[in-house]
């Protein structure tokens, strides 16, 4: 005989066990994990990225006949590799055996030391870059020709008066010293705003699980 | 999450959350996550209680939302990575009742519609219509045919199957 399914229901959860409530000691512990993979992958794309565009930078270079702009980026791309490299082995010995609190905490500590190795490093790079590029183009060769000094001789034609410190114009100097001290000193900030470009959503959605963790926990 | 507020506010209604949890999930693992996730939500979503409603009706409410979003968060997330293997699996472990009726029923409510799915559950639970409305956000009438028309779907799931 066909049963309702009002009383296949009712009968159903009569029985012992039916509805056992799952104890809730390990809350977030998912999300956690999600949230540090999400960041892995992320991150692990990023460095690939990077590797791979400092391996195509130098015989683009060498093709373009920029040889000193690409072995300079070319530089620059490797350390930032193996700065990055260093942290991936940090963020792979995060513990995840640890609490979900614990574990968030870790990968909280690890981000905070990105952010800060990244800020310090940023200001060596942002200023070494811009010397790269200028030196790259400075000492290139287009059309036979070394742009630098081309550039220099078409600047005493139109300037005959100009200062010249080392065949270098005097003006020239001060401006590239100028916009170096800017970079140095505005480095960090971009590097922390190129970080939060990429990571803000991981990074918020982590303080927002430590938060809550935090006003479990009390 | 204190404990009081677990025990008090959530405890006495963990029945029908777990038959929600139960319906839009195939895992244990699924089963305890979603379990979870809606009582932090509860605990988080504390304050936004307006008493407009009672307090049961905002927790089933909130409890089918958060199986809802996870289930579309899940999908997504199955496009990316899943095989169908994979997703054949994960049915093939899912979690068994003691009764076996129980289990052909579930099995037919997880072949509704997501919304489906939470109106027969609702109705199962011996909500009135106009509960049901407020909790679904809709009128008494359409939830009256709707559940006429589930039911029907179910019947022919279930005795379909063994005919």
């Known amino acids: 005989m066909e049963k309702s399914i009002e009383s296949i229901w009712k009968e159903g959860f009569l029985k012992k066990d039916a509805l056992v409530a799952p104890k809730l000691n390990n809350l977030y512990n998912q999300k956690s994990k999600h ?8 991150y692990q794309i ?4 990077i590797a791979a ?19 300079l980026m070319f530089i620059a791309f490797a350390i930032i590799i193996a700065v990055s490299g260093r942290f991936m082995k940090k963020l792979k010995a995060i513990n995840t055996g640890d609490t979900s609190y614990q574990y968030l905490n870790s990968f909280n500590e690890f981000i905070k030391d990105l952010l800060s190795v990244n800020e310090k490093l940023s200001r060596f790079l942002y200023p070494y870059i811009f010397i790269a590029i200028i030196l790259g183009f400075w000492f290139g060769d287009i059309g036979g020709n070394i ?15 100009m200062q010249l410190v080392l065949g270098l114009p005097l003006i020239g100097i001060f401006g590239a010293t100028f916009i170096i001290f800017i970079l140095a000193l505005f480095g960090g900030i ?26 479990l926990r009390n | ?27 244990q693992e699924d089963f305890e996550d979603y379990y979870q996730e809606v009582c932090l939500q509860i605990w988080k979503s504390r304050d936004n209680f307006r008493e407009q409603s009672k307090w049961s009706t905002w927790v089933y ?35 068994q009742f003691v009764d076996e009726s129980l289990n052909q029923l579930y099995d037919a409510i997880k072949q509704l519609s997501e919304i489906d799915r939470g109106v027969i559950l609702l109705y199962l639970e011996e909500k009135s219509y106009q ?17 006429k028309r589930i039911k029907e779907r179910l019947k022919k799931l279930l005795y379909g199957k063994v005919n």
């Open chain 1, 35 to 42: 949230i540090i993979d999400k960041f892995q992958r992320m």
């Open chain 1, 46 to 49: 990023n460095r690939i990225a």
């Open chain 1, 53 to 71: 565009f400092a391996l195509i930078v130098l015989p683009v270079s060498f093709i373009s006949k920029l040889p000193y702009l690409g072995v």
């Open chain 1, 147 to 161: 742009p630098g000094k081309e550039f220099v001789s078409k600047l005493i034609v139109d300037y005959p008066d």
């Open chain 1, 190 to 215: 971009i590097g922390t705003w190129d970080i939060n470009l990429v990571y803000s959503g991981v990074i918020k959605k982590l303080e927002e699980l430590i938060g809550d963790m935090e006003e």
């Open chain 2, 1 to 27: 999450m204190s404990r009081d507020f677990y025990t008090s506010s959530i405890l006495p209604y963990a029945a029908i959350i777990i038959k929600i949890c139960r319906a839009y999930t195939n895992t």
């Open chain 2, 61 to 95: 409410r909130l409890s089918l939302n958060v199986c809802l979003t996870l289930l579309k968060k899940k999908k997504n997330s199955h496009q990316q990575f899943a095989s169908d293997s994979l997703i054949q699996e994960e049915i093939e472990e899912g979690h």
């Open chain 2, 131 to 147: 509960e049901i409305a407020d909790i679904i956000d809709t009128n008494p009438n359409n939830i009256a045919v709707r559940i």
